[in-house]
């Protein structure tokens, strides 16, 4: 009989595959669309250019990160702290997530023309070309990050001969390297896009009174490369940390739990069937010509519903199939209850988001309405919106780690076991993500029509043409702020579950000598949590600064080319684009670095003075505070932003009014919050996580206290 | 030979007693200086009148609050739940909090027209009756603290022959008492206060264009009323609770730590000597005529440098003369070092804040640069200083918590006791507070200068005399700064006794029922932490969105005003006052209910359904994170005061520039976030605690899971 251990690859490889192989069919489908007219194809390609441009620095820079860490890792390696694996994992971690990136922003920033073009026949049209890209994106994510799954799996187990407990030691370390990875693009590309928009709207919207998208703003260029660098290459490799990040996790403490491949199995496979779920949703997407807004968005939903309804089915037979043998005494039910709550929370957190951020609902209008007295309490209202909103979220995260960890244990909560009960949180977290391939489409696609929507405005092209981008992206943000939900709460739990790898990893390398609990009346733990407690303010601090910081410099030079250059307002002269870029390319490489190195130095710095007490409470107190101020900071930007929309409406005394532009600030403070430090934060928690693991040997062995 | 047990009421007494004595006295001299004019009369009177108003309606509604409090804990009391001393514990310590705030703002509208009439005869008259007030205030709070807490242990140990813990457990409640009524006082203060300020701001200065405190504006007699009942009788509550709650807490965590009277008598002593070392260095506030700001500033700091460094020297001696008997395996110096670590915390902290928020450092400068790209920049920009700043206090504190938890076991941290540690972080709580007579005397003058200016540009007085009442003010802010710190830091460090403190109680109740450890691998400890940390945020946006609601009643009623009223802009018609106070009142009175219910049931429905693990989970996440968001806030706030004070200094612009404007809503960002939210919620960390114990016994016998 063939063992399951050994189907397993046959499993992920055959589901990488597929993904890879329908990303690569659909960008072709995708390519053979007409770009349009010569003056859009300019467009297209100066954007994908600095776009290109900016990627290229933004690896040389990376590169030479990841060079360092993998000497100290090497050397940490030959002095017997590390298996030898460990650094060349780091490495395929960061190439992947990189590669996750670069491919999305390629085809989306080659996606952006056609997509336009697409529009001037009819919303379907666009829509598919879209929709095409976004998929491209989503389908190389979850390929890409169950091929290196599968090789890894393939290579330690084959050539290596390792049992289970050591493949899911090395795996983790890939994550780090995929959390480092995504920290850069997120933070550089965050940096960018918001740097490039709030200077581009600051002067050229607020100041010279120009449009949104105008040719004759400097800065439009580096704000349509922004949307790629930032919200497509940023998040292509921020979620295919997430996903690798919420498998492996789950893998590596299946086996602690039940020392088996069976347990390790489970969340490999659903995320192999989860592909081909979401890759079935996808055929779903699609609705008759003249579809209204709503029926757009019930296609979209039923690609997304039908995958995870399909693996919310199957699930129940792969955990009867994959937990047998040590699972006698946890239910297997329980374990199928814990994949379901983990996909039912993150669709509830989606519609918590959107509750509190879409202008259908009362929160978001009731904010529009507070334009009315002015800038400042718009700010108080949104601020204040954004920090009720973490209420319910955290409610249904308490509820999905309650239903995870107990239910395998029968709800006999005072006899659980904590490494059994961890793994159902760590499988929520899988189930919340097996679709993946499907929701990062929808979510995908709303960058590529914002783009097309500039390239409608600055190639002059009928103004049909640019409501019809324009419902598309709106269509995105919706789309999105479900997106958000799943990734902030599988962080959550991923987090946790990765905080029990790290202490199981200080148990296996301290053996008798850790003797203390890690209770909250230790107060290493306590002085732990507080510092984890303060990490994402500090980090939203800097990379809100920075983005501040980025901005001034791009406010300055337009300012200084409608001064100097002479025509640009009448439409004579060209601008000077590429001085923006470059200054958005400069100032975000420049600015991502310091919030990166802390994510890194601090677990360890704080391992080795106060010992693995404090980092266990470091992680979380970073979790709880992190989870908090990213959900806060997304969905006041969220609603800021759909405030002014629903002004510019016609709403509050719409466009151009005074409350219009009180409510242009608000979506200028949400700039950074909701597109630069909230995104970021989901992948910090996790870092944080992995880098404590990778060095849990140096914090154990040789701590001060 | 006496024993020390005894001698603790002598000592208590004659400290509380000095203290109200010094008060009286006080009182009577600062009430000696004229009032001035008939017009400043009038004008303190209607602000006297509109407060004391306020005050009443408030005590009204508390009033209910308790009623029904009382009788829940008298039933509770009867069930056998709770000691029969619990009910009226509770009472005293609500009305004597209510006291301190009454007692203090009384003084204080009684000294605001004297201050602006002693600034026409020079900037020294004026600080010596400013400051006159502030001691009033100062020692009436230390003074009735000490005094309750006196007459409970003489009656407890005199009359009902209980012993230490008994007592203990007693004064535990009178805590819970003095925090709800503190958060009522700071929730309801700080929504007038800032609702009126937001308001009057919002269409006085910005859409009419006329200067503030100007007598035309129909909300300048609720903004300076609002001064009062917000940062005068607030401040007093809620210092009160923070001084009550730091030595009831660490006479509770030495009984069980030691469970000698002795370790009891060490905080109640130094209290008292703390209350005579702050009475001297009240003496040193005096310096010679024609002083500069500097200088004034030095003779402030000579008075409260005096006391800390008397109490450090004095307690020395005090540490000997109580700890001994079961002390032998702690050393003495080392909770003497507790004590000085506390001590130097609260500075340290204060520095901190201090060199994020005055105008005299590099941020707050920087940011008042970002006005140069408008408001959204300014914004962004104090967000991030505000969440930056939150590093260095948490650093303090770490450090603090690590040398007064260790330093008595000789930091022999492996065979740490956690009692005995605990007693040293509440012994640390009240080494920073023990000045608090003198500190808060320092920063209690500040509201009164404000009110003294507020009555000088109404009045119409000379020029100078408002540049005086500026000078004194603006000395103000700086003092704040440092109470902030002392505020701030001890409710972190008061929150964390008094989890101990519920441990204990916890176990003490459930004896043998108390299996589990308060682990972070346990679900019910990690979701109790996650929605802990979450209610500080929900808190945070609560209190925000009343100051929203409330200020934009008072924004629709001066614009009313403004139209209906001829003759206000002109000068010849008085505007209608009386209803702008008495909508604040009404709005004020509603909007605080909801907070101070939700920090109330929260953990009593947490441990109801979760059980107690969960209950120090949640408060372990609401001490980290509300210490966070306290000081974020505050300082945020702060920096954005002192910004805008910054250009109208004549820097970037100036008053009346673009600038300006832009750091105006800034400002008023910061109302709501400084003098409502932040302070508001050092109260709520500490009311968690007190609550979680007072229903210990309820959450252990009948929880859910």
Tied chains: 1, 2.
């Excluded at 880098?691 to 040997?697: E, K, P």
Aim: proline share 3%; glycine share 12%.
């Amino acid at each position: 009989m063939v063992k399951l251990e050994d189907l397993i690859v046959i499993f992920t490889f055959v589901g990488a595959l597929a993904a890879l192989l329908f990303a690569a069919l659909t960008a072709r489908k995708v390519l053979k669309f007409p770009e349009g007219t010569d003056k859009m194809k300019k467009i297209s390609a100066s954007i994908k250019q600095g776009a290109k441009a900016y990627l290229k620095r933004q690896y040389t820079v990376v590169a030479i990160f990841f060079a360092v860490m993998f000497v100290i890792l090497g050397v940490m390696a030959i002095l017997g702290n590390l298996t030898p694996y460990v650094p060349f994992a780091f490495l395929t971690g960061g190439i992947f997530s990189a590669l996750s990136g670069f491919i999305g922003m390629t085809i989306a920033t080659s996606s952006n023309a056609r997509t336009a073009n697409a529009c001037i026949s009819g919303l379907n049209k666009g829509l598919r070309v879209a929709f095409g890209a976004g998929s491209v994106m989503g389908f190389t994510v979850v390929g890409l990050g169950l091929l290196d799954i599968s090789i890894w799996y393939a290579l330690l187990k084959y050539v290596f001969h390792l049992g289970a407990g050591d493949i899911t030691s090395a795996m983790l370390t890939f994550g780090m390297g995929a959390s480092s990875m995504a920290l850069f693009a997120r933070v550089g590309g965050g940096t960018f896009t918001k740097a490039a928009d709030v200077g581009a709207d600051l002067v050229g919207k607020v100041e010279a009174g120009i449009p949104e998208d105008d040719p004759r703003n400097p800065a439009v260029i580096a704000d349509n490369v922004g949307d790629n660098v930032g919200d497509v290459a940023g998040m292509g490799a921020d979620l295919y940390e997430s996903y690798v990040g919420s498998i492996i996790s789950a893998c590596a403490l299946g086996v602690v739990a039940f020392g088996s491949f069976n347990a390790m199995a489970l969340p490999m496979i659903m995320a192999a069937v989860g592909i081909l779920c979401s890759l079935i949703g996808t055929f779903f997407v699609r609705t008759k010509e003249n579809a209204t807004q709503k029926q757009l968005l019930g296609s979209l939903s039923r690609g997304t519903n039908f995958a995870a309804i399909a693996i919310a089915i199957i699930s129940l037979p792969l955990v009867n199939i994959c937990l047998t043998g040590k699972f006698g005494d946890f239910s297997k039910i329980g374990y199928y209850f814990a994949i379901l709550a983990g996909l039912l929370a993150g669709v509830l957190i989606g519609r918590a988001t959107e509750y509190y951020t879409s202008d259908s609902y009362n929160p978001t209008k009731k904010l529009a309405g507070k334009s009315e007295t002015g800038s400042a309490t718009i700010i108080i209202g949104g601020l204040g919106l954004g920090m009720l909103s973490t209420a319910l979220p955290i409610v249904i995260v308490a509820a999905c780690i309650l239903v995870a960890y107990f239910a395998p244990n029968g709800f006999k909560v005072s006899t659980a076991d904590v490494n059994a009960g961890l793994y159902g949180i760590a499988l929520a977290a899988v189930g919340m993500l097996s679709t993946l391939g499907i929701t990062l489409a929808t979510d995908a696609y709303g960058p590529v029509a914002d783009n097309a929507g500039g390239i409608a405005e600055m190639s002059g092209l009928d103004e049909s043409v640019r409501t019809r981008t324009d419902a598309l992206d709106s269509l995105g943000n919706t789309t999105a702020a479900t997106g958000k939900g799943f990734a902030i709460g599988s962080a959550a739990l991923t987090a946790l579950a990765l905080m029990a790898s790290y202490i199981n990893k200080v148990k296996e390398i301290g053996g008798d000598k850790i003797t203390d609990s890690f209770d909250l009346m230790n107060p290493k733990v306590l002085i732990g949590l507080f510092i984890g407690a303060c990490l994402p303010f500090v980090f939203a601090a800097l990379t809100m600064e920075s983005v501040g910081k980025a901005a001034q410099s791009i406010v300055k030079e337009v300012r200084r080319q409608f001064r100097e250059i002479k025509g640009i307002m009448e439409g004579e002269t060209d601008p000077d684009y590429a001085t923006c870029v470059d200054l958005c390319t400069k100032a975000s490489l420049r600015e991502m670095i310091l919030p990166t190195v802390i994510a890194i130095i601090v677990p360890i710095a704080v391992g080795l003075i106060l010992g693995y007490q404090s980092v266990v409470g470091l992680l979380a107190g970073a979790t709880a505070s992190g989870f908090l101020i990213a959900i806060f900071m997304s969905n006041s930007g969220g609603a800021w932003d759909n405030a002014k929309k629903y002004i510019e409406a016609g709403n509050f005394g719409g466009k151009g009014s005074d409350n219009h532009k009180a409510a242009v600030v608000g979506d200028t403070v949400g700039d950074p919050f909701k597109d630069t430090s909230g995104p970021a934060i989901n992948i910090l928690i996790k870092l944080l996580s992995m880098v404590s693991i990778v060095f849990a040997a140096l914090v154990v062995n040789f701590s001060l206290l």
